[in-house]
């Protein structure tokens, strides 16, 4: 009797089970030709799903969890869906997109598609997205020149062509900075604009190219001057050895020691008078000629003749010697003086006013009162006729 109770109870066991199975058993089924994805860079997937419904028709909804950040959406033929009415054994194709940001993690990464059913069964479908982006650069800033060396003339504008590259993974800030001479000044300005900047922001990567303008004062010496320039951020920093060759000006100037343009002579006799010429540039001068165009008939000489050599602001004397000729006519006459080397030249006009000499005009009154004197006597011989 026991044994046929027991018998009895388990058989109804199994008619109930039989009967509450369909209700909880998983009716509708996610899949995907993909479950695992690699991508080395931000982009977006778009990944096909596919809904099927086992069971009677029904409504499903949609949810999908993905990583913070992660754009997500499910579609079908184009609209957007969080809701479907899906019959019996019917299958239905989705899309699902998502947005892989720059800043994701690394490695493997898990997008999950889940689905209820109106019995509020759910059905999820994982898919593993692998992140294979490179690391992100640490801080870094690179400066470039086609042109590191320029040279000239001191009082020259020297302008160089700066590349500026961010070589981090971030954007930063750089402020601009050189160590010029004493007296120098540097400044810096995009290319192909005027406006001056002192910092420079450049996102991850970006590179700008700048002008940098050195001014050395008029009058440095010749040599070779070394320039670094440097872009700094909080967080790293860069530089850049440009170096400026001054090649040194020539530049003469020629007067008299009292600076008097002007002098006095006696024809066919000799005066004198004293030139200075002074190199005002900043470089030596070599073989500096000294010579003069006079009038006709007259004698200049000079003392020294030429000038071997004569260093930045040194000066040397030159004694004239003048002779204007004998018949000169009292009067004034321009003597121009020129000194000229290699590179250089200089001139210098005076006046020298000549007059007669002394006997010559005292005998020129003899003759001028002995002629009035004649003419006084043929005045009177005749008058009286």
């Known amino acids: 009797m026991l044994k046929h109770h027991l018998l009895l109870a388990l058989a109804l066991t199994l008619v109930l089970t039989s009967q509450i199975a369909p209700s909880t058993a998983q009716q509708i089924l996610l899949t995907s030709v993909y479950s695992h994805i690699l991508v080395d860079r931000a982009t977006t997937l778009y990944i ?47 899309s699902l997109k998502v947005s892989v940001p720059a800043d994701a993690s690394r490695g493997n990464n898990t997008v999950s598609v889940v689905a209820y059913s109106i019995q509020g069964v759910a059905a999820t479908l994982d898919l593993t997205v692998e992140y294979a982006a490179p690391p992100v650069p640490p801080p870094g800033v690179s400066l470039t020149t086609v042109y590191p060396t320029l040279s000239g003339p001191s009082g020259t504008n020297f302008e160089f062509t700066v590349n500026v590259k961010n070589t981090g993974g971030e954007d930063d800030t750089f402020t601009l900075i050189s160590n010029p001479p004493a007296g120098w000044t540097v400044t810096f300005r ?88 002074k190199n005002t540039g900043t470089s030596a001068l070599r073989d500096v000629s000294i010579s003069s165009n006079h009038p006709s008939g007259w004698s200049v000489t000079f003392e020294p003749a030429l000038i071997p050599s ?61 002629v009035a004197v004649a003419l006084a006597l043929i005045f009177l011989r005749f008058g009286r006729r």
Do not use: H
């Not at 993905?66 to 957007?80: E, F, Q, V």
């Open 48 to 94: 096909p799903v596919n809904v099927t419904n086992l069971g009677p028709a029904t409504k499903a909804a949609f949810r999908i969890d993905a990583p913070k950040g992660w754009d997500t959406t499910l579609t079908y033929k184009g609209y957007n869906v969080k809701e479907l009415n899906i019959q019996s054994g019917q299958s239905v194709e989705l």
């Open 190 to 277: 995009p290319q192909f604009e005027t406006s001056q900047i002192t910092s420079l922001s450049l996102k991850a990567g970006e590179s700008k190219t700048i002008t940098v303008s050195v001014n050395p004062p008029p009058k440095t010496d010749s040599g070779i001057y070394n320039i670094t320039l440097t872009a700094a951020s909080s967080k790293t920093e860069g530089s850049v050895k440009l170096a400026v060759e001054i090649t040194g000006t020539y530049s003469l100037s020629l007067t008299t020691v009292d600076e008097r343009l002007s002098a006095e002579a006696v024809a066919g006799e000799e005066t004198y008078l004293t030139l200075i010429a």
């Open 310 to 370: 004569l260093a930045p602001e040194a000066s040397q004397q030159i004694s004239v010697k003048v002779k204007p000729s004998s018949t000169t006519l009292p009067g004034d006459y321009m003597v121009t003086f020129s000194a000229y080397g290699s590179r250089v030249s200089k001139t210098v006009e005076i006046r020298v006013t000549v007059t007669s000499p002394p006997g010559l005009t005292a005998l020129g009154l003899a003759v001028v009162a002995a």
